[in-house]
């Protein structure tokens, strides 16, 4: 959905990658539909994490940094957006009678600092697809408890969608207004913000275990859509990987 075409499951699992260069593992990723009909998703996705001088890949996104040290990391990034819609899922007529909504690849610049009073992590990204032609830009603020083995990231932030990402999501043409009867809708920009909390547990030197969630906050472009009837949107992360 909107808030997960920014690699939610990437920048959440980022946050707990070791400081080996190489993990691997299995995951689940669950994402909630705010669209009318019901479309709440589950994916297998394979935990691959690399971590050199130059490269990054984090499950669902990669990259080359541009400046790295111990407090800052510029890189630029691509990242898989699972945000999609089908019509052939939906259980009522006028949701039927819509455009699919598809997939697409984010790119853009990625930025995190860390410091002992937190992490602030921010990416703004485009479609390189030209499916939407929208962008998005991801501020958020994290702070990281450790208590032996299990560590704990809370953290806060927003995401701004364009108006092209939104409409393209969201929007309904006329062509399709006519199909369906619903009505005609065209959003603007938009604001989103979300708490997010990462739990990860290190069963030994090598094997990990981690759940993260995200609870999203939709901007009233979002839900005054005819597509839509939901005014939050919750997202879920689990895994386990092996780190060499």
Do not use: C
């Not at 920014?6 to 909630?32: I, K, M, Q």
């Not at 999501?169 to 809708?185: D, F, K, P, Q, V």
């Not at 959003?187 to 990990?208: C, F, G, K, Q, V």
Request: proline residues 4%.
């Amino acid at each position: 959905m909107s808030t997960l075409t920014l690699g939610l499951a990437a920048s959440l699992t980022a946050v707990t990658v070791a400081a080996n260069p190489l993990t691997l593992g299995a995951s689940v990723f669950y994402s909630e539909s705010p669209y009318k009909s019901g479309q709440n998703r589950y994916y297998p996705v394979p935990v691959i994490d690399y971590e050199g001088d130059n490269f990054y890949f984090h499950s669902l996104a990669g990259g080359y940094y541009l400046w790295k040290d111990e407090q800052d990391r510029l890189s630029l990034m691509l990242t898989g957006s699972p945000q999609q819609y089908d019509p052939d899922d939906a259980d009522s007529g006028d949701m039927k009678a819509l455009d699919k909504r598809r997939m697409t690849l984010m790119g853009g610049v990625a930025y995190r600092h860390t410091a002992s009073w937190g992490i602030v992590r921010t990416t703004l990204l485009g479609d390189v697809l030209n499916n939407s032609n929208g962008i998005q830009w991801d501020l958020a603020y994290l702070y990281r408890f450790q208590l032996g083995d299990f560590g704990l990231t809370p953290g806060i932030g927003a995401v701004w969608s364009s108006k092209n990402q939104n409409r393209y999501y969201y929007g309904i043409s006329s062509h399709e207004s006519a199909r369906s009867g619903l009505s005609t809708y065209n959003p603007d920009d938009s604001w989103n913000p979300y708490l997010e909390m990462t739990a990860d547990y290190r069963i030994n030197d090598s094997w990990r275990a981690t759940l993260s969630a995200r609870y999203t906050h939709l901007d009233s472009e979002i839900t005054d859509s005819p597509m839509v009837d939901k005014h939050s949107q919750t997202n879920l992360w689990t895994g386990i990987s092996y780190t060499f």
